[in-house]
C-alpha cells in the first residue's frame, strides 16, 4: 500500500502575498555541450526519471523519442501518485529503480546536494557515472536535446527548433509557460481568489487567441512540428481528464474548441505523442496525489479518451 501525499507539496515560500503560486527555481541547471564546465555530451552515460503524469517531464520525453534518443538516454518512471515520501520507483521491481538503486526520488537530490530543501521534481536527468542529478532544467531540457545531443539524433529527425523561427519559437514558448503551462498551475495552486481568477482569464484568453491561429494552419508554425507544438500539447493532453476539475479550469474543456481539439488529436496521433500519453496515469496522478482533496481516493471514471482517437482532418491545412 502506497502512502499518499498529504498536500499539493508546494511551499509556503511557494505562495506571494496575494495568494498566487510563484513556482520554485530549478536546482541543477549547468548546460549540456562541449564547452568547460558544461555537461558532455555521452551515450549511456544520462538517466532521464520521470513521471507519466508530469507535463514538464513529458515534454523531454516526447523529444527524446521524436529525436530517436531512447538508445542514448535511458528512461526511468516513477508510480503516478507521488507518496508522501515523494516520487516512488514502486513500478520497478522491488520497488528500486534498476540502475540507480533508489526507492524514492528524493534520495537521489539528497546525494546531489545534501543541503537541497526543495521538492524533489521530475524530470530530472542523472548521471549514471557519478550517481548524481545534473540537471532538472524542465525549461531548456528539450532544447539541450535538440541543440547539444545533435550527433546522435536518428537519421531524418525532424527540426523541432529551426535556426529561422528560434527567436518567435522561444517568444510563444514563453506566453504557453506563463499562460498555459503554469497557468493551469497557478489556478490550481492559488491561495485566494482574485489569484485564481487571474489565472483562469488569461488562461482562457490565450486559449482563444491561439484557437484563432490554429484555425487557419496545422501546427503553431505553420505545418511543421517545432518545440512549441510539444509545450502546449501536454497541456491540452491533461486539460480535460484532469485539470478542468482538479485545477477549476472550467470556462469549457480543449473538447469545446473546435482548432485546438483538432489540433490535440493530430499531434496525439503523430507518433512520440499519443504513444507516451497515459490517461490513466494522468488522472491517477492529479486526482489521487492530494490525499487532503481526495480522502476516499475516488478516481473519476470519465471522460472517454477513446474520442483522441477520431479523425482529425488537418492534414489538409
Ligand atoms: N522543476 C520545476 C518543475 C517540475 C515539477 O514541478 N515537477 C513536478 C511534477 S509535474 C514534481 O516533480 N513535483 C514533485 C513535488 O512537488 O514534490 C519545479 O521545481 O517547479
Redesign the pocket.
Known sequence: MMTT?TAS??ATSEIAQDGAFV????RFTTPFGDKPGELPVEKDRYRLLW?P?????HRAVIVRKLLGLEDVISLGTVHPV?TAR??AFSLDEGGVDPVLGIHY?PEIYARSDANYT??????AVVDVKKGVVVN?D?FKLTNYFKMAFKPFHKPGAPDLYPEDLRTQIDALNDVIFHDINNGVYKAGFAQSQSAYETAWDTLFNRLDILEQRLATQRYLFGNRITDSDIRLYVTLARFDVSYYSVFRTNRNRVIDFPHLWGYARDLYQTLGFGDTTDFHAIKQGYQLGDFNANPYQILAKGPDVSLWHFPHQRAAL
Open positions: 501525499a507539496n508546494i513556482r520554485q527555481q530549478n513521471a503524469i508530469c507535463p514538464w517531464a507521488r515523494g516520487w526520488l526543495g521538492r524533489a521534481t521530475v524530470p532538472n524542465y
